[in-house]
């Protein structure tokens, strides 16, 4: 299994800005992909940013410009840089990886979520 553990949520004022990362251990074999998503209060969970192996980067069209993934995979680690912080970034925000956790069988895993609030 593959166990993810994200840091740096909290609460921030509009035009401020937060640092996500997110660590991933466990039976790792290679990991395909990493990303972020959230899920506000009676809302769907969306991606907000995903980065693969080869470091393509999907941004969800409401960050972009705004947010900033990055990946290390000698630690196997994703942070997501978030400045010019609104209100409507407040959720639960998820850290996912698709991994292999053997040469030809991979799974898809999910963070605890951390809480972003951006309020005055």
């Known amino acids: 299994q593959v166990q993810l553990v994200e840091s740096g949520g909290g609460l921030v004022q509009p035009g401020g800005s937060l640092r996500l990362s997110c660590a991933a251990s466990g039976s790792i074999f290679r990991i395909i992909q990493m990303g972020w998503y959230r899920q506000a209060p009676g809302k769907q969970r969306e991606l907000v940013a995903d980065i693969n192996s080869g470091h393509s980067i999907n941004y969800a069209d409401s960050v972009k410009g705004r947010f900033t993934i990055s990946r290390d995979n000698a630690k196997n680690m994703v942070n997501l840089q978030m400045d010019s912080l609104k209100p409507e970034d407040t959720a639960v925000y998820y850290c996912?990886?698709?991994?292999?956790?053997?040469?030809?069988?991979?799974?898809?895993?999910w963070g605890q979520g951390t809480q972003v609030t951006v309020s005055s």
């Open positions: 996912n990886t698709r991994a292999y956790y053997t040469v030809t069988s991979w799974n898809e895993y």
